[in-house]
């Protein structure tokens, strides 16, 4: 095995990246870190077909807010480029010929036509057709056909595929990182296409012609790649090159384990399967990202870590630091993941809470600004103090603390109910009286606290009823941090002018 540890993240530009894509990536790239290995990005894009412009733009925009760099690939360059398959063709023919030479492929000519032919034959037979050691021999192929028949359909320029040709009844055996010994019979796997007649190659054959130059030595990727890697394990031995050792990650399942995680499970239930917005622009649809919805991204990268892998302990929260040392291949379930929203969410708010409030209150004071509130920054700041708590995301702040910023404009209909009484606007009037005897100072609120904590019994009422109708008539809602906390912030002035504002908008 190549010694240095060198992985890689090989993405098809076909779309947005799912997050089951970033979780592989961010699995290589901890494994890479670990062992102070490589960790490359190579652009897989030999399927045409599949192209859809921004997708290469967007993978490498997510894994930078992500703060997953890549040592080596497409935009960042290395020594073992060009990074991107298409930018690579010429390379693939000489192997595919390397192989027919090998007897280890073969060319074939039958056209579409005629393959389509065979499976409508054996789908009346209630069978399937599949290009293998048990039909090639009936196709039209350079193993069926003599040597002058092959060449001279080749001189005359007919379109040709050069397929693998796996031999009859061989085991083909291999050890999987995390599923163990895998054994399958070559008898069973179709003589799958190498190159294609447009002069492309396809997956199989670019994707281990290039891990193979570019020296990688570990494959960590998505399990729906495992059905290939019987093929992929049987090229390398058709080279007779050294295989890579193989990792194939579990899924990602839907939040009730039904099935892999989709675009439409989140569109469904509300959450983003994207690590940003992707704007899909021959259906104008927009996918949300987990960007912008507000996630921080190192909460998604440790959410993501924990989606298949733990350490053995109870620990969940781990720096991007931390995974690269703890992160072992070994403790990598074999199980899909559930995808769970709520945890998503838990993440967000353990790591907004370490978010200074400094800098939260930066952001939250633009948002202000732009809402129309002119307040100093020393204001916001302590509002993101009280607040923060309460929020998974920044853009929570405001629903947390609008209050702060302006007077009520109507009273919770639920809450007036049950907390404004006849006779309620005369005590707060009362109320209102006594606190305003109070000195305006930085203590104004606990003596306004200590004051309602002797006055309430003291006048035999009811201390949660009082201190409710009180916060009512602040906030406008049952909502909101402690009382002294708000009667200090807002002010003495503030504070009783909006009791006295309820009193009299609330007539009873
Ligand atoms: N291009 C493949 C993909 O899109 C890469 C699979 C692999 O890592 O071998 O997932």
Request: glycine content about 6%; charged content about 30%.
């Amino acid at each position: 095995m190549n010694s240095k540890v060198r992985v890689r993240f090989a993405p098809s530009p076909t779309g947005p990246l799912h997050i089951g894509g970033v979780r592989t990536a961010l699995y290589n790239y901890l494994f890479a870190k670990q062992n102070n290995g490589d960790f490359l990005l190579r652009i897989e894009d030999t399927d045409q077909t599949r192209f859809v412009p921004g997708a290469e733009e967007y993978i490498i925009e997510s894994f930078k807010w992500l703060g997953l760099n890549f040592d080596e690939g497409v935009g960042v360059g290395g020594e073992y480029g060009p990074y991107k398959q298409s930018e690579r063709k010429s390379i693939y023919k000489d192997y595919a010929l390397l192989l027919v030479e090998k007897g280890k492929a073969y060319y074939a000519f039958d056209s579409a036509e005629e393959l389509a032919e065979k499976r409508s034959e054996a789908e009346k037979n209630k069978t399937t057709f599949q290009y293998d050691c048990n039909t090639r021999q009936g196709l039209k192929n350079s193993l069926s056909l003599s040597k002058e028949e092959t060449q001279r359909l080749i001189e005359e320029g007919e379109p040709f595929v050069i397929r693998f040709k796996f031999e009859q009844n061989e085991q083909i055996e291999f050890d999987d990182l995390i599923r163990g010994h895998i054994s399958v019979n070559s008898s069973l796997l179709d003589d799958k296409v190498l190159y294609k007649s447009d002069g492309m190659p396809t997956y199989h054959l670019a994707n281990i012609v290039d891990d193979h130059l570019m020296k990688i030595s570990h494959v960590i990727r998505g399990e729906e790649w495992l059905p290939s890697c019987p093929l992929h394990v049987s090229l390398y031995r058709a080279f007779e090159w050294e295989a890579p050792l193989f990792a194939h990650l579990p899924l990602i399942l839907k939040p009730d384990g039904k099935g892999k995680l989709s675009k439409r499970d989140g569109d469904r239930l509300g959450f983003p399967v994207f690590p940003l917005e992707w704007h899909d622009s021959k259906t104008n649809e927009i996918s949300s990202g987990y960007r912008e919805s507000g996630y921080l991204p190192e909460a998604v990268v440790n959410m993501l870590a924990l989606l298949g892998w733990n350490d053995g302990t109870e620990q969940e929260l781990f720096s991007l630091q931390e995974l690269v040392e703890k992160f072992s291949i070994e403790r990598i379930s074999k199980h899909g993941a559930k995808f769970d929203m709520e945890k998503a969410k838990w993440f967000n708010h353990q790591y907004l809470q370490k978010l200074s409030n400094n800098s939260l209150a930066q952001g939250y004071q633009k948002e202000l600004e732009a809402k129309g509130y002119e307040v100093s920054f020393d204001f916001v700041e302590k509002v993101v103090e009280l607040v923060k708590e309460r929020c998974s995301f920044a853009k929570e702040l405001w629903q947390n603390s609008d209050y702060f910023f302006e007077r009520p404009t109507q009273y919770e209909e639920k809450a007036l109910k049950k907390r404004w009484k006849e006779g309620t606007s005369q005590r707060m009037n009362d109320i209102v009286a006594e606190l305003n005897k109070i000195e305006d100072d930085a203590l104004w609120g606990e003596k306004a606290e200590a004051f309602l904590m002797e006055y309430i019994p003291k006048n035999e009422l009811n201390m949660g009823q009082i201190m409710n109708s009180i916060r009512l008539a602040i906030v406008g809602d049952t909502k909101g941090v402690n009382m002294v906390e708000i009667f200090k912030l807002l002010g003495k002035k503030e504070s009783l002018e909006r009791i006295q504002i309820a009193s009299e908008k609330i007539n009873l």
